[in-house]
């Protein structure tokens, strides 16, 4: 049984620092496409970062030069830092995986059938 679960999130003053973790169950990461989503209240789910099988990694251009997506294979969990924050960064975060193919919709959550329960990042300015 698939099974993710996000930790790390809470609050935090605007320039400060968090590290989610998605601790995955019933597969293997590296197998499949992962990303790290999240949505404000009253917004649409919106890819914050990916990384498909081969380890390659994606940033949206909100996240570029502030998060940082990466997973530990052996723990079997994926981790997005997340430095710098702005009072626009407060969300749930929400980790997906997809057995499909992202490569052509990684910013897209119809293309991730797994989730998980999703976490709080809440930022003051």
């Known amino acids: 049984q698939v099974q993710l679960v996000e930790s790390g999130g809470g609050s935090a003053q605007s320039g400060g620092s968090f590290r989610l973790s998605c601790a995955a169950s019933?597969?293997?990461?590296?197998?499949?496409?992962m990303g790290w989503f999240r949505q404000a209240p009253g917004k649409g789910r919106e890819g914050v970062a990916t990384?498909?099988?081969?380890?390659?990694?994606y940033l949206a251009d909100s996240a570029k030069g502030r998060f940082t997506i990466s997973q530990d294979n052996a723990k079997n969990t994926m981790y997005l830092q997340m430095n710098s924050l702005r009072p626009e960064d407060a969300a749930v975060y929400y980790c997906?995986?997809?057995?499909?193919?992202?490569?052509?919709?990684?910013?897209?959550?119809?293309?991730?059938?797994?989730w998980g329960q999703g976490t709080q990042v809440t930022v003051s300015s």
């Open positions: 997906a995986a997809s057995w499909d193919d992202c490569s052509a919709s990684r910013w897209s959550a119809g293309c991730y059938r797994y």
């Open positions: 019933g597969f293997n990461v590296n197998d499949y496409w």
């Open positions: 990384i498909d099988p081969d380890g390659n990694t």
